[in-house]
């Protein structure tokens, strides 16, 4: 593996408009806001990587976050393990919490694609994966709209040849609920798979009717229909309903996947790359739902987890979003619902300057 040494560290905060409002359980998106972190190398190799930041003021501010961080790694020989620790225990005192594992996850991100760029291959390469075509679920929509607009949308989405599509529930009356999903449901050829997310809306009381109600209404997976670390309950609701329960996305490295598996907590498990640690913290967890033969979907940042899930024994899933194409200059390929990993050498992230200009935050 090459050597490289760390230069310096920045990022740039943006706001893509979306195509669809997204409407969940907690809050409405019109925009993303996305943090653009470019890891450069006193080799003259640099590493991209970005992260979801929720809203513009989080990314605003993890920008001076960023900065800081490589002044302090700067000298660095870009190995990720190491990184890693450096990372932990530059934020040990404050914890590794809100957005940080943002910060550290996408910095990780940077450093894995900035070596499989200095070693001219693509990033599940030199994971020692075969790429391969990875199935993708459409999640650019089907958010709390009515049954009707649903319907229609629904079929929008599998334009791509997709064969699964997410959806978001949630609503304080549950028959709309039912009313959408019978909605979507009813309009979606038999063969294409239908994935409902409560993002965390739900009580555990509410959890445990609702979800077994869902049982014969064709659903794929339920996603966090709780509190998203509540393992006990979740363990419950998923013993109780015959659909299977997702979880994951909120697990904030290896020790939260460990005790989601111990307790049980769900049937299925989806990484979050931003909250897992990168490409370094993925790969450890990736081992551990192996060991428990749990298959892994991923949450988000689709392009890099192409790669990743091409190398994770359990592969299941992933989610499409489109939310960084129009920042790229290749965004990530979807041919017959299978996502195609970038051929470039790295992780295929290359900006289109143009773009990142016009959405970049003040």
Not at 85 to 112: E, N, Y
Not at 156 to 161: I, K, R, S, V
Not at 185 to 210: C, I, W
Not at 323 to 341: F, H, K, N, S, T
Request: glycine share 8%.
């Amino acid at each position: 593996m090459h050597h490289l040494t760390i230069r310096s560290l920045s990022a740039t905060p943006v706001a893509v408009p979306l195509k669809r409002p997204l409407r969940t359980s907690s809050q409405i998106f019109s925009t993303v806001p996305l943090l653009i972190v470019e890891l450069s190398t006193q080799e003259g190799i640099t590493g991209n990587a970005y992260g979801f930041c929720y809203t513009d003021v989080i990314a605003r501010s993890m920008q001076t976050v960023v900065t800081d961080l490589g002044t302090v790694l700067a000298g660095q020989r870009v190995a990720p393990h190491s990184l890693s620790k450096r990372i932990a225990q530059h934020f040990k005192l404050i914890g590794l919490g809100g957005p940080l594992p943002m910060v550290a996850s996408t910095v990780d991100v940077a450093a894995w694609d900035a070596l499989a760029v200095a070693a001219g291959m693509p990033l599940a390469d030199l994971l020692g994966a075969e790429r391969r075509p990875v199935p993708a679920y459409n999640s650019c929509g089907l958010s709390l709209i009515g049954p009707q607009e649903a319907a229609d949308e629904a079929e929008e989405l599998l334009a791509g040849g997709f064969r699964a599509v997410k959806m978001r529930l949630g609503r304080p009356n549950f028959a709309d609920d039912l009313a959408a999903v019978r909605a979507v449901r009813g309009r979606l050829p038999s063969e294409v798979a239908l994935m409902v997310d409560f993002n965390q809306a739900l009580t555990f009381a509410d959890a445990m009717q609702r979800c077994p109600a869902l049982d014969d209404e064709g659903i794929y997976w339920i996603e966090e229909p709780i509190r998203h670390d509540d393992y006990m309950h979740l363990a419950q609701v998923s013993a109780t309903s015959k659909t299977p329960i997702q979880i994951g996305e909120n697990c904030v490295g290896a020790r939260s996947v460990a005790e989601a598996l111990e307790t049980i907590a769900s049937d299925y498990l989806m990484f979050d790359l931003d909250r897992i640690g990168g490409v370094t913290g993925w790969r450890v967890a990736a081992g551990l739902a192996a060991a428990h033969n749990r298959e892994v979907s991923s949450h988000l940042s689709p392009e890099v987890s192409a790669h990743l899930l091409a190398g994770t024994a359990t592969m299941h899933w992933l989610e499409y979003v489109d939310w960084a194409a129009a920042l790229l200059q290749e965004p990530l390929r979807i041919v017959d619902g299978m996502a195609i990993a970038s051929e470039l050498a790295g992780n295929g992230l290359r900006w289109d300057a143009e773009a990142v200009a016009r959405y970049r935050l003040s």
